[in-house]
């Protein structure tokens, strides 16, 4: 479940946003954690291997931009997103995705990317 607040309001657009952009292009990502505290989103970006090519996380953190600024859009709030291959479970923080929930979300609105993979 997760915290009450805007991460409760505006998560699934944000777990949907990653599930269709994100998720397929950068395989070298584990899973995603958002925490929530007063006026700012934190995301972990858990990797499956490090170091990466800072090109490719500067792209892929760009993307991250743009769909937080779209989704925290008149919220006021700020955001920050780090990335490692040990993010830690943090209070009020919620696994936005992983394999386990990308298959969840693919068997109930896109099942043929279950057959293609990520």
Known sequence: MMPLGELEK???NL??????MVWPTYPWIHR???????MRWTLF???IEDPL??????????VFGEILELVLEGTGMR??????????QLDNCVEVLSDEIFKAIAKEVTLWRLEVGR
């Not at 995603?32 to 007063?38: D, K, N, P, Y």
């Not at 955001?79 to 830690?88: F, L, S, T």
């Open 45 to 47: 970006v858990e990797t």
């Open 32 to 38: 995603i954690l958002a925490c929530e505290t007063e």
């Open 15 to 20: 777990q949907l946003a990653l599930f269709e």
């Open 10 to 12: 505006r998560g699934p």
């Open 53 to 62: 090519d800072e090109a490719e996380w500067g792209g892929c953190r760009r």
């Open 79 to 88: 955001y920050d997103i780090h990335y490692g291959r040990n993010a830690q």
